[in-house]
């Protein structure tokens, strides 16, 4: 099996490099600060993140717009930014990052993913985009940004297909954007195929609330390589090669 580094401290911004995180949003509970909290950790990561996309689900915005706070924030003493426990004090340079929301990113459209017994009335899950689009930092929205997804996959939506749907957004949206470094807020299910997609031979057995996924490949280079180690960033895998017959 190929060798997986730590995700945090062998991805290096080198010329000529694309990374991609891919993020679990955060938890009911207390998943602004989590949220808020993982954003100041993928600030201190060696690369940028240049652009954001996000799945249409709320918890998804909200904690993507706790990240990019996190990415934006201003500070002339950087340790003091890193100590504060909420994005509420921060100072925003919206230059710094762009945002939009991508409905190929969305959760798997079913009953089971999403334990409800039927769908949203009309299947109406949310309101205008532009509502959603208000909920991030001022000034980070990418207006211009054109959408991959048009619309939401249809209700009961196989998971096989949205696995499928994941593996393809992920590799469309790195393709599109070919010189930035991204971030994508989605789901669990998502971050799971992330891994297990774009490595041979992995299987994804838990994935928890802002677990992130590093992958990186040469912008030369056509593939997506995963560098995420099990269990260091919130994602757990086990390698087939090792499974008990």
């Known amino acids: 099996m190929e060798q997986h580094q730590n995700s945090s401290s062998?991805?290096?911004?080198?010329?000529?490099?694309?990374?991609?995180?891919?993020?679990?949003?955060?938890?009911?509970?207390?998943?602004?600060?989590?949220?808020?909290?993982t954003g100041k950790r993928i600030r201190g990561l060696r690369f940028p993140i240049h652009r954001v996309m996000v799945s249409p689900f709320l918890r998804c915005?909200?904690?993507?717009?706790?990240?990019?706070?996190?990415?934006?924030?201003?500070?002339?003493?950087?340790?003091?930014?890193?100590?504060?426990?909420?994005?509420?004090?921060?100072?925003?340079?919206?230059?710094?990052?762009?945002?939009?929301?991508?409905?190929?990113l969305c959760e798997v459209m079913g009953s089971h993913a999403m334990r409800i017994s039927e769908p949203a009335k009309d299947?109406?899950?949310?309101?205008?985009?532009?509502?959603?689009?208000?909920?991030?930092?001022?000034?980070?929205?990418?207006?211009s940004a054109e959408r991959i997804y048009q619309q939401l996959p249809q209700w009961e939506?196989?998971?096989?297909?949205?696995?499928?749907?994941?593996?393809?957004?992920?590799?469309?949206?790195?393709?599109?954007?070919?010189?930035?470094?991204?971030?994508?807020?989605?789901?669990?299910?998502?971050?799971?195929?992330?891994v297990n997609s774009f490595a041979k031979g992995l299987?994804?057995?838990?994935?928890?609330?802002?677990?992130?996924s590093f992958l990186q490949r040469s912008t030369q280079a056509e593939n997506l390589r995963v560098l995420t180690e099990s269990a260091q960033s919130g994602v757990s895998y086990y390698s087939e090669a090792d499974k008990t017959p």
């Open 10 to 37: 062998a991805v290096a911004a080198t010329a000529g490099v694309q990374n991609v995180v891919v993020m679990r949003h955060g938890d009911r509970i207390e998943g602004k600060i989590r949220a808020w909290t």
């Open 61 to 104: 915005l909200q904690t993507a717009a706790e990240v990019v706070a996190a990415l934006c924030a201003v500070a002339n003493d950087e340790e003091l930014m890193l100590s504060l426990d909420t994005s509420k004090d921060a100072v925003i340079d919206p230059s710094r990052v762009k945002v939009h929301i991508e409905l190929g």
């Open 123 to 143: 299947e109406i899950w949310f309101p205008a985009i532009s509502e959603l689009e208000s909920i991030f930092p001022a000034g980070t929205l990418d207006s």
């Open 157 to 194: 939506e196989p998971v096989s297909s949205a696995r499928d749907r994941y593996k393809n957004i992920i590799q469309a949206l790195a393709d599109k954007f070919p010189n930035e470094n991204l971030l994508l807020v989605t789901h669990g299910e998502a971050v799971g195929v992330s």
């Open 203 to 212: 299987e994804v057995f838990e994935v928890e609330y802002c677990a992130l």
